[in-house]
């Protein structure tokens, strides 16, 4: 039996059992159950926020990047100049130019690392905001819609195309934001 068939047998048991179950008498017992299921992983990966909050990243990686190969180069040249000095230099004077270099790779680490943290700070930001938006156009939808359960689509066994609400998600989801604004430090 194909998952398809097997996924609405299930449905239909389920179905049955719920139908023969006594109800409880209570002020809910009356209203209709609307389930509707929603794609989050399609509607993140097709939203026009996320294509442009992946160009902004890139951009702004690029940007970085550079900025610290430059540095790196400045170090590998001081490092060689330093080489260069050791035989020229007092053993003290030496050793006092090795801790400034020593000082100035620590900083450089220190950068590449605030760097990095600077980037995941901003991925997950730009993500969070994302997902509130999406969370608040599906909130909206339910109570528009009476509905009385949104279900994720990957945690459902079997569901119609129809109960899928993701592509008016998406189209909500881009009008209203099409766009997630990544500053960089200082501005």
């Given at each position: ?6 996924g ?31 794609d ?7 939203a026009?926020?996320?294509k442009g ?8 990686k ?9 540095e790196?180069?400045t ?13 020229l230099?007092a ?12 000082q ?7 950068k ?47 569901a ?9 998600v ?10 997630v ?7």
């Amino acid at each position: 039996m194909s998952l398809k068939k097997t996924g609405m047998v299930v449905v239909a048991f389920l179905g049955l059992a719920m139908a023969s179950m006594p109800h409880t008498a209570s002020a809910q017992s009356n209203v209709a159950l609307k389930i509707v299921t929603v794609d989050i992983t399609a509607i993140r990966a097709n939203a026009e926020a996320t294509k442009g909050i992946k160009a902004q990243l890139l951009k702004i990686k690029e940007i970085m990047m550079a900025q610290l190969q430059g540095e790196e180069k400045t170090l590998r040249e001081a490092n060689a100049e330093l080489a260069r000095k050791r035989t020229l230099l007092a053993p003290d004077a030496f050793v006092a130019e090795r801790k400034k270099y020593e000082q100035r790779v620590v900083a450089f680490q220190t950068k590449r690392q605030q760097s990095q943290k600077f980037m995941n700070d901003k991925v997950i930001g730009a993500n969070n905001q994302l997902t509130s938006k999406m969370l608040e156009i599906i909130g909206r939808y339910a109570e528009a819609n009476q509905v009385s359960l949104v279900l994720p689509i990957n945690a459902t066994i079997f569901a119609a195309e129809s109960y899928n609400i993701s592509a008016e998600v998406l189209k909500t989801l881009n009008k209203e934001l099409p766009n997630v604004v990544i500053t960089l430090p200082g501005k």
